[in-house]
């Protein structure tokens, strides 16, 4: 048997995902520093010893650096088949929105999203009813939909902090089908990949095939999705390129053998432990090497499906599905062979993310939860929630493009906008300066736009004013940010700090604030 943690808290990462390389990095450093040790205590008024004490300290800080990534940020990830229903009930609490340390992305898969052929082509037109909900549950709590994308009835949402926007670049998004012989899109999967502070990473929303025997389908499918889903990007053209991978959804695989008593018994009883080994993708991970690169915390909570709608209570209908943990969260960091020493025999495996044998930007995958979510009854499935921390080395943490508003602004007179490339990148006049109101949903959710300067891109550094017309300016004050928008990188690459625009003396005549009539409001 396959035996899973019994902790919640599992770690991943790219320089030392398995124990046995862990214990061997630090055991290395540990020899560094007994050198060092040792040539302190030996060292003499020669230039050599120094240079042997320099050496070794530089070799002893270069482990700690690639043990200890420096920056931390939250991950929050929802699967949820929501069974066609529309959303009636309050997504707070699955969200975790109080949670702290507080949550800086939000990745929202959702299957069986409605989408009979009228209703498919009006959210086309505009955002469905379940992206709606998630944007205003977070826009107020300081969040921006980054991208979305859509296959039917499959959704998949992302969510950052606006303070991450201009290190979110090269997003891009792609979807297969593997229903009805690959042309239908009512099973497969939609992924949106993109560089996090330089950090390649790629989430894939899966729907697979349904039923109990059909458990060597739902991998051929998998295993057809990572090999035909590409991306224009020249260093991780395929998904499992990325540095770090997230494959999530309703996988559809079952627990075999055990009756239909012995499974719910062992639920009620809260002996989960005793399904697992009939666990179909467990079972498959045993036999699958491409599946035993991906990693999942323990199943810890109760099977996900099959229930009564608006109840916790498993299904008591005529068919009387067996239970399954057929919604899942898993991961991957993107495996290396390390060079084995000359005294090491053994073909250690690390998740490693780079061509060479020292990453000086690693990333470690640390699952602090990994859940479901009983109160919610609107399917016949309940959601899947995993919250990670992601600890990183930040490739960068200057933005591509400054931009500033000049002197104060208000409608009573046109204002004044600077913005400087600061690094090269791939600029267009078909890009544009938004102006933003804090709180807002998506990069179009502007008050007004500019576009950059139309006759010549940008010298690196050069400062470029642009006006903005009085008549585009929000008549009441308010908090709020400028964003410059890449349309080649498809993402907001610079934001001002916050400002406040004021009250114009035109709100008051056209009475949009409240006027004092005798003391009275």
């Known amino acids: 048997m396959d035996l899973l943690p019994d902790s919640s808290r599992l770690r991943s990462d790219s ?55 420096t920056d931390a940020f ?3 990830m929802v699967t949820w088949n929501v069974a066609t229903a529309e959303p009636s009930e309050d997504v707070a609490s699955l969200l975790q929105l109080n949670d702290q340390p507080p949550i800086d992305l939000y990745v929202i898969g959702l299957q069986e999203v409605i989408a009979t052929p009228v209703r498919f082509i009006s959210d086309l037109m505009a955002e469905d009813s379940w992206s ?7 826009g107020p709590e300081g969040f921006v939909k980054v991208t979305s994308v859509r296959m039917q009835g499959l959704l998949l949402l992302v969510f950052a902090k606006m303070m991450h926007l201009p290190f979110i670049r090269n997003i891009q998004t792609t979807y297969t089908r593997t229903g009805i012989f690959g042309y239908w899109g009512n099973k497969g999967a ?26 060597l389908q739902r991998v051929d499918e998998f295993e057809y999705i990572l090999e035909t889903q590409d991306f224009d990007i020249f260093d991780t053209p395929r998904v499992l390129d990325h540095k770090v991978v997230f494959w999530f959804g309703d996988l559809n695989f079952r627990i075999e053998d055990h009756g239909l008593h012995f499974v719910r018994s062992s639920i009620n009883g809260g002996r989960l432990n005793l399904l697992w080994s009939k666990d179909q993708l ?16 323990p199943l810890n909570f109760k099977p996900t499906y099959k229930f009564d ?17 057929t919604d899942r969260i898993l991961w991957r960091i993107k495996p290396k062979t390390l060079p084995s020493d000359e005294d090491d025999e053994d073909d250690e495996k690390a998740s490693t993310s780079t061509d060479n044998g020292q990453d000086e930007y690693p990333i470690m995958v640390t699952q602090n939860t990994y859940t479901s979510v009983m109160s919610y009854g609107v399917s016949d499935h309940k959601p899947v929630i995993g919250n990670f921390t992601l600890e990183l080395r ?23 906008l600077t913005y400087t490339v600061q ?27 500019v576009w950059v300067r139309e006759n010549e891109l940008p010298e690196v550094n050069e400062v470029i004013e642009k006006p903005v017309d009085k008549d585009e300016i929000p008549l009441l004050s308010g908090e709020y940010v400028l964003g410059y928008y890449s349309t080649n990188l498809n993402s907001i690459v610079g934001l001002s700090d916050t400002f406040q625009i004021l009250e114009s003396k035109r709100a008051a005549m056209e009475g949009l604030v409240p006027k004092d009539v005798n003391g009275i409001n």
Request: aromatic share 12%; proline share 2%.
């Open 190 to 215: 939609v992924s949106v990949r993109f560089s996090f502070y330089g950090h390649m990473v790629c989430f894939v929303n899966c729907h697979l095939a349904a039923h109990m025997h059909n458990a």
């Open 282 to 297: 467990l079972m498959m991970k045993k036999k699958e090497p491409f599946l035993q690169e991906f990693e999942e915390g």
């Open 74 to 76: 939250r991950l929050h």
């Open 132 to 138: 709606h909900l998630f944007m205003d549950t977070l």
């Open 309 to 325: 709608r608006k109840a916790e209570t498993y299904d008591t209908s005529g068919k009387k599905r067996k239970p399954a943990w």
């Open 15 to 69: 320089t030392s995902s398995s124990a046995s390389q862990s214990s061997r990095s630090k055991t290395v450093l540990r020899q560094r520093l007994s050198q060092l040790m040792t040539c302190v205590e030996d060292m003499s008024s020669d230039d050599e010893a120094g240079e042997e004490v320099s050496r070794t300290l530089d070799e002893a800080f270069q482990l700690c650096g690639r043990l200890l990534p």
């Open 423 to 449: 690094e090269d990148f791939m600029s267009s006049t078909w890009d544009w300066i938004g102006l933003y109101k804090i709180g807002f949903k998506n990069a179009s959710d502007y008050e007004t736009f």
């Open 394 to 416: 930040k490739y960068f943490d200057t933005q591509l493009v400054h931009v500033a508003p000049v002197g104060e602004w208000s409608a009573d007179q046109n204002a004044l």
